[in-house]
């Protein structure tokens, strides 16, 4: 399945920072479901604000997992913080910026923020502030195992992180 | 100078709030924050960074929860803390209140000593340490 929510990262400084770029298409099915015509109401296509999480949870997951050489198997584990105040229409670029707030053994703290790159100008709005919590499984689930082979980094981030010109280390499994 | 209780108390409430979503009025010195204030077992973790950020103190990964003795065979058995076990987190959390846990010793029931109180002693402890 593929369920990757950004298109390509532009900036990657291990441990402190990581950009990434999305662009929000017609093409993409969820949006002609959300929201579809109803009534006497035309359709309004926007990005549904759980998937915009997921693109920042993506972003700064990447972030977390880099800091530590993708040795960690890094879960999303809390969202701390999601706030809007714009939707993404289709044509849009988001551009995700996270932070890393505090990483240690047990998982990291990211801030993230959410702009609109409006296409017609290539003007930036603010849309969102996520912050989110990321945990090391493997150093917080004792008594459960998990496969030996890192799930969370698959060769779909990867890819990704090629692709954007950046270095993929090789990882077992 | 040390940072009085009342002082203490104020911003471990600020920090309750922002991390579990719960409203000022309920973050009470006896509230428990598993039972009364719904924090599941990644908001321990949550709430051992916000108290580092507000207070500027360290809190190491074992520190407040003390997953080390509650996963060490040697202080656990058959899900059930040890008398060694009890001792080890006597010493661990000499603040918090082990009575209750003493009863039923059942490791997964651990989060339950957790209060409010618990938290603002502890970082009181840190505190003058530093």
């Not at chain 1, 993230?112 to 945990?135: N, W």
Request: hydrophobic share 45%; glycine share 6%; charged share 30%.
């Amino acid at each position: 399945m593929r369920w990757i929510w950004i298109d390509r990262i532009l900036e990657l400084e291990k441990g402190e920072r990581c950009v990434s770029v999305k662009n929000v298409s017609l093409a993409e099915d969820v949006l002609h479901d959300h929201f579809p015509a109803e009534g006497d109401r035309p359709a309004t296509p926007v990005m549904p604000n759980p998937l915009i999480i997921e693109g920042m949870a993506q972003t700064a997951g990447i972030m977390v997992g880099h800091a530590r050489d993708f040795a960690e198997k890094v879960i999303l584990a809390k969202i701390g913080k999601a706030a809007f105040t714009a939707a993404a229409r289709p044509g849009d670029q988001l551009r995700f910026t996270a932070e890393m707030e505090r990483i240690d053994e047990s998982g990291a703290s990211t801030v993230g923020v959410v702009e609109r790159v409006d296409p017609a100008d290539g003007s930036k709005h603010p849309l969102a502030t996520i912050d989110l919590m990321f945990s090391h499984i493997d150093r917080n689930m004792s008594g459960l195992s998990f496969p030996e082979h890192n799930f969370v980094f698959t060769d779909q981030f990867m890819d990704l992180l090629r692709e954007s010109g950046f270095e993929t280390p090789c990882l077992d499994g | 100078m040390a940072a009085t209780q009342e002082e203490v108390f104020g911003k471990v409430q600020e920090v309750l709030e922002d991390a579990l979503g719960v409203d000022n009025d309920e973050v009470t010195m006896e509230a428990k924050l598993s039972d009364d204030l719904g924090a599941e077992s990644i908001d321990y973790l949550d709430i051992a960074f916000r108290l580092e950020k507000a207070f500027d103190i360290k809190i190491e990964q074992t520190e407040l929860m003390p997953e080390d003795v509650l996963n060490n065979g040697e202080y656990v058995q058959d899900g059930k803390v040890t008398d060694a076990g009890m001792d080890a987190l006597r010493q661990r959390l000499p603040f918090a209140d082990l009575s209750d846990f003493d009863g039923s010793r059942d490791v997964n029931a651990f989060r339950d000593v957790f209060t409010v109180e618990v938290l603002v002693k502890f970082v009181q402890a840190k505190l003058e340490a530093a």
